[in-house]
């Protein structure tokens, strides 16, 4: 029940093109729903960020869209750059008192993402 | 602030030696994470402290790994026999109140 299933592995784009990553849970106690982008020989960075009181969010290019009936999450990476070449992990957490104890990340398997030129 | 410092960067060793993997959080986070990647299993989460306390070690492979945090600016992981299938990049994060979590650089270990 603490899985977070991501898809898909891998992901090849063209420049310009829009990347799409899908994530699914099980636990109805997430409710924090972070995206982390990783560089090679680097550690995961926060991309962005949602909780289940919103359906969307959107920083710049990245767009975070969230179906609480469906238990599902997504990131939506548009006009996708080469620069932009990277895995991305989707993670969820849950509140400390849904939780019982203090929050944990839990994360997807990852994407990696190739945005050619 | 200078985030998330780990060191070394990269550790080769011999099977059976101790291997000694350090962080240093953000100053003024009260969590800390430390977390393995490897190909096979992706990110997972070994074990993580609140306010310097260790709270689920759950993750922790074996007996052979161990983790400390003596005080809030310093953590230890150690493995002690190491082996080659410990060979993977080891995270530390730290967060406040447990929501953004912000990883270090990693350390690279190969054990052969």
């Known amino acids: 029940q603490q899985q977070v299933k991501q898809s898909p592995q891998s992901l090849i784009v063209q420049k310009g093109g829009i990347s799409i990553i899908n994530c699914a849970y099980e636990?109805?106690?997430?409710?924090?729903f972070p995206w982390y982008q990783q560089f090679p020989g680097k550690g995961p960075a926060l991309l962005i960020a949602?909780?289940?009181?919103?359906s969307e969010k959107k920083e710049g290019r990245f767009t975070i869209s969230f179906n609480k009936s469906a238990k599902q999450f997504s990131l939506h990476i548009m006009d996708s750059q080469p620069g932009d070449s990277a895995t991305y992990f989707c993670?969820?957490?849950?509140?400390?008192?849904?939780?019982?104890?203090?929050?944990?990340?839990?994360f997807g398997s990852g994407t990696q993402l190739t945005v050619l030129p | 602030d200078a985030g998330v410092i780990q060191s070394p960067r990269h550790e080769v060793t011999e099977m059976g030696q101790e291997v000694t993997l350090r962080c240093k959080p953000i100053?003024?986070?009260?969590?800390l994470f430390w977390y393995r990647q490897t190909m096979m299993r992706g990110l997972e989460l070994l074990i993580y402290?609140?306010?310097?306390?260790?709270?689920?070690d759950s993750g922790m492979p074996e007996d052979r790994f161990s983790a400390k945090m003596p005080n809030a600016s310093f953590s230890t992981l150690k493995i002690q026999p190491s082996e080659p299938r410990d060979s993977a990049v080891y995270f530390c994060?730290?967060?406040?109140?447990?929501?953004?979590?912000?990883f270090g650089q990693g350390t690279r270990l190969t054990v052969v």
């Open positions: 402290f609140n306010n310097n306390v260790p709270i689920d």
């Open positions: 636990n109805t106690a997430f409710d924090y």
């Open positions: 993670a969820a957490s849950a509140s400390l008192i849904s939780s019982g104890s203090a929050r944990q990340l839990t």
């Open positions: 100053s003024g986070h009260d969590y």
């Open positions: 949602i909780r289940p009181d919103v």
């Open positions: 994060a730290s967060s406040r109140r447990g929501l953004e979590a912000f």
